[in-house]
């Protein structure tokens, strides 16, 4: 009997055990051909990928794209119910042509460029670029400049500190013992002998990234294919994908972030022309207008991300 008890307990814990068991498991990782994509997403650029789960590529129309075939491995994430990729693993490039077909015939063949964003108000600003060819190669060699001319003068600020502080440690003995002398300094006497504090640099305010090659995918609104044609004529294993290239339904509507003067960070977006806007009692309304365009939701969503949900039936407004 004590035996069966014992036996029963380790079931009943094997039971409750397994389930934490099966969730520190590593994530199985399975090779794949992905394409990278570094995408206009109406605002700026944004990076995502398209994993083989999605056959599916969404690009806004008329303006460029950096896409890129490359292997990686490829896992799925229960967290986002999404599959993530490992870059730092595997990220080796799929060499050869991107062709682009529509109606079953290839419209163009595209080699690898080199492509660059240039951020105009720094890194963590809204506004992003893709420059292309010498364009990007001139952005980024003048981004270099830029930093390395910070550098020199933060190295020159430093030595000036070093020497503006030996002279207000001169300047302030000098002081002293013309006080001890018995000499008083008038205002205007004292600011001429102090020593003027050097002032720091400042760092760029632009940033470029380093120029990379990938495929420039610049299309009218329509429906392709795409896949990428190996060095030796044939096509590349799982590189076919379908391509959507759509463009706003409205363009240059106004929104509002509404900020209350009470609480400032219970922030509230207006961004659907026939929302109403509701006040009660008396308190404060700051109004941040911005300008929006309306996109199909389905294609928006999954612009931003291929393995993202959406409805083709419904519209959204992007600012």
Request: proline residues 5%.
């Amino acid at each position: 009997m004590r035996k069966l008890i014992i036996s029963l307990g380790i079931f009943i814990g094997l039971v409750f055990h397994l389930p934490s068991l099966s969730w520190a498991q590593a994530p199985v990782m399975r090779e794949q051909l992905v394409y990278g994509l570094n995408i206009f997403n109406g605002k700026g650029y944004g990076g995502t990928f398209a994993p083989q789960s999605e056959d599916t590529i969404y690009l806004i129309a008329d303006k460029d794209n950096a896409v890129s075939a490359r292997m990686t491995l490829v896992y799925f994430w229960p967290i986002t119910a999404k599959y993530m990729a490992g870059w730092q693993t595997l990220n080796e490039e799929v060499k050869g042509t991107l062709e682009i077909l529509r109606e079953g015939k290839v419209i163009k063949s595209l080699k690898k460029r080199d492509n660059c964003l240039y951020y105009p108000e720094g890194y963590w600003g809204e506004t992003s670029i893709l420059y292309t060819d010498e364009k990007a190669r001139e952005a980024y060699e003048k981004y270099k400049k830029a930093v390395d001319e910070y550098y020199k003068a933060v190295s020159d600020y430093y030595k000036a500190r070093m020497e503006y502080r030996k002279k207000m440690d001169e300047f302030l003995e000098k002081t002293k013992k013309l006080r001890e002398a018995g000499k008083k300094l008038s205002p205007k006497e004292v600011e001429k002998m102090i020593p003027k504090e050097p002032k720091p640099p400042e760092a760029p305010k632009f940033y470029v990234t380093e120029p990379r090659k990938d495929y420039i995918i610049n299309l009218p609104v329509g429906t392709y294919k795409i896949r990428i044609k190996a060095e030796d004529g044939t096509i590349v294993q799982d590189s076919e994908k379908n391509l959507v290239v759509f463009t706003s339904r409205r363009t240059g509507g106004t929104g509002y972030e509404i900020i209350p003067g009470n609480r400032w960070t219970k922030r509230e977006s207006c961004d659907d022309p026939a929302k109403i806007i509701y006040a009660a009692g008396k308190n404060t309304l700051y109004f941040r207008p911005f300008h929006q365009d309306e996109y199909n939701e389905l294609y928006y969503n999954k612009l931003e991300d291929p393995q993202n949900f959406g409805r083709e039936e419904r519209w959204r407004w992007v600012h």
